[in-house]
């Protein structure tokens, strides 16, 4: 491998002096390398204060990681260079200010006992439900973060009301306001507006930082942009590192255009590629490129690889995915064999998809660690809906199984008239015998259990959503725009149960299912040295940063990679940016796999069609490439 320091324009970017300046750091590149020593070589060959240069990162431990590699650099001399994140310097010049002495910082926790509070003593948010407080949350953040109005369009719930959103908003900055707390938003905001409003307070920072230098800008927001460019003037010693390639938090309101907007405010800035991609093997580079270079948002760039060692990029189609399950299994016990398992990832591109892969892992003995353990892909009220329905025609008369469907659909039943806890046909029509249009509507409810009894699960589901009228009360409750995404998670489950021959198998698999993932958090709360040693099962979010020597992407099919929700040409560029994000973790290996599935509805993912151009996949059946390529 080529000494790093022979590259000529690492070289450059690390001897940049003074004024602006952009580094293009795609995967593998030594960014990392790059910022430490430029740091060094301004204290050292420039005199510069080192306590008058500020090195922001994302996360804390991005921060103390590039501290360490600079301390472990200036050894034994530890120069008092400011490294942290954002909300870290931005709270830090709030809490220097008389205004914001006395504020603290609100825990996730208790914003969310906060919200939940307003909303429980307002009749007006009767609708909200437990699982409703994550799309609030959200909300409320990407609000307080918004240039502009929010449209009706974006408001979490189908029964919200702008003016339901805006009251909990008011409610809730004024609790903050009155204890004299800030959420992680207010911090952005209200440093952003103590340095607009007061120049003097400006003046003493831009004095403070001289030099700031800015990790992984691809990711940064809009607000915190701003915050750096008042700190930075007017000397302008603004060094940003990124790759707009690895834009991949576009909800947080990051955007490749933020790489594009540096130069139109700093048009006199220097422009740096560094263009060698130590990490990953000659074809995974190639293979990378080939699919984000589609997107047109991005700078064009020519990234030559270090080295080829390892088998590169295997691409393999098969015909179901329990012949791609088995494949990778076979690998992964190679591996274990091998020792070499815990050097290596499967990246999916959801936490659905993880603890799916969990299982088949955990059935087949083969260690491995959940790096984000998800929440029950079984907890959704759709899905807890079905089961009850499954449940009682299975034999069960429980008295909460039956308040949680007995109005879906609309029967019009009050919960009062379920008065024991194991429920009879008999006594609960006898409640309502001055009521003949109810008792009609229980009767029929047990005549839809009578028919389901029996069924094989698939069956089942598609007779509760049918013939019951399941799917029409989702379209009448929540509309036809909100609805759509629901029914599609109905139709993952009624999809999902068809390999099931009874309730029973479906019961004992969610049971086992359910035990994992609390095992899972177990491991993840303990941090034990027997959970570091299998492969490790992540999203395509969280390998961000990370590399392995060897990485699975399994399922690489249209609905998951791009996802169904993936509609507008800027998903489409998000999701490519993920994809090359996922890839480029592989530092020797990677095995890329997609089925057809057993409905012959699935296909390969189009992003495969880039790479099939190079590398050829390698069909399982018998099928020729043309079977399962063609133009999207």
């Known amino acids: 491998m080529p000494d790093r320091t022979s590259n000529p324009n690492q070289k450059k970017a ?45 996360t804390k431990a991005a921060a103390l990681e590039m501290q360490e590699r600079f301390f472990h650099l200036m050894e034994p001399l530890k120069p008092p260079v400011w490294f942290g994140t954002f909300h870290a310097v931005f709270y830090h010049i709030l809490k220097q200010s008389a205004q914001y002495r006395g504020y603290t910082i609100i825990t996730e926790f208790e914003k969310r006992k906060l919200i939940r509070n307003i909303v429980r003593m307002q ?10 407080y994550d799309k609030l949350i959200k909300v409320i953040s990407a609000v307080k973060n918004m240039p502009v109005r929010f449209s009706s369009a974006e408001l979490p719930l189908a029964e919200m009301t702008e003016e339901d959103l805006l009251f909990l908003i008011s409610e809730y900055q004024k609790y903050l306001t009155e204890f004299k707390q800030m959420d992680f938003d207010d911090i ?84 740096i590629l560094l263009n060698v991609n130590y990490r990953c093997h000659r074809q995974i580079v190639e293979a990378s490129l080939a699919v984000v270079s ?25 015909d179901t995915q329990e012949e791609e399950q088995a494949d990778l299994i076979d690998r992964l016990n190679a591996q274990l064999k091998d020792k070499t398992l815990q050097q290596s990832a499967i990246i999916c591109r959801t ?19 959940l790096k984000d353990v998800p929440k029950s892909r079984f907890s959704h009220f759709i899905i807890k809906d079905l089961l009850a329905y499954m449940e009682l025609a299975a034999g069960s008369r429980r008295r909460s199984l039956f308040l949680g469907i007995m109005n879906r659909p609309v029967r019009y039943i009050r919960r009062e008239s379920l008065t024991t806890e194991d429920i009879t046909e008999q006594l609960w029509k006898h409640y309502y015998r001055d009521t003949p ?3 009609d509507a ?3 409810l047990f005549r839809g259990l009578e028919c389901i009894r029996g069924k094989k699960p698939y069956l089942a589901v598609r007779y509760i959503r049918n013939v019951i009228g399941y799917d029409s009360y989702l379209t009448d409750k929540y509309g036809i725009v909100q609805s759509k995404e629901l029914l599609q998670i109905a139709d993952e489950f009624q999809e999902f149960v068809r390999q099931f021959a009874s309730y029973e198998e479906v019961e004992h698999y969610i049971s086992e299912y359910e035990k994992m993932l609390s095992r899972q958090k177990d491991a993840a709360q303990g941090a034990s040295a027997d959970a570091k040693k299998g492969i490790e099962l992540l999203t395509m979010h969280a390998s961000k940063g990370l590399e392995y020597d060897s990485v699975y992407l399994p399922g690489c099919t249209e609905g998951k990679i791009p996802s169904k929700k993936a509609v507008t040409e800027a998903d489409l560029e998000e999701e490519r940016r993920m994809f090359y994000v996922a890839t480029t973790r592989a530092k020797n290996n990677l095995y890329i796999s997609a089925a057809k599935g057993k409905t012959g509805k699935d296909a390969p993912s189009r992003f495969l069609q880039a790479i099939a151009a190079r590398f050829p996949p390698k069909p399982e059946a018998g099928h020729e490439r043309s079977d399962y390529f063609s133009e999207s």
């Not at 430490?36 to 008058?52: E, K, S, W």
């Not at 800008?217 to 707009?244: H, T």
């Not at 998809?353 to 059935?363: P, R």
């Open 14 to 58: 690390i001897w940049h002096t003074a004024g602006p300046a952009m580094i293009l750091a795609g995967p593998g590149s030594g960014k990392t390398y790059v910022t430490v020593h430029r740091i060094q070589h301004l204290i050292t060959h420039h005199g510069v204060d080192p306590a008058h240069i500020l090195v922001i990162t994302f």
């Open 123 to 132: 009749k007006r948010f009767a609708y909200v439900k437990e699982e409703d």
């Open 351 to 369: 936490n659905y998809e993880c603890a799916l892969w969990a299982q088949v892992l955990e059935q087949n003995k083969i260690p491995y660690q």
């Open 442 to 444: 229980i009767d029929t």
């Open 188 to 271: 952005m905001i209200h440093c952003e507006a103590l340095l607009v409003q007061n120049p003097k307070l400006l003046k003493k920072w831009q004095s403070q930082f001289h030099y700031i230098l800015i990790d992984e800008f691809q990711d940064i927001a809009p607000g915190q942009y701003r915050i750096m460019r008042l700190l930075a003037a007017p000397d302008n010693n603004i060094f940003i590192v990124g790759d707009d390639d690895q834009s991949i938090y576009r909800f947080r309101g990051a955007s490749p255009a933020n790489m594009q907007q540096f130069l139109k405010d700093y048009p006199e800035a220097v422009q």
């Open 437 to 439: 249009a109810i008792q």
């Open 294 to 318: 589609e997107n047109k948002e991005r700078f064009e760039k020519e990234i030559e690889a270090s080295h080829a060692d390892g088998e590169g990029v295997c691409c393999h189609i098969f």
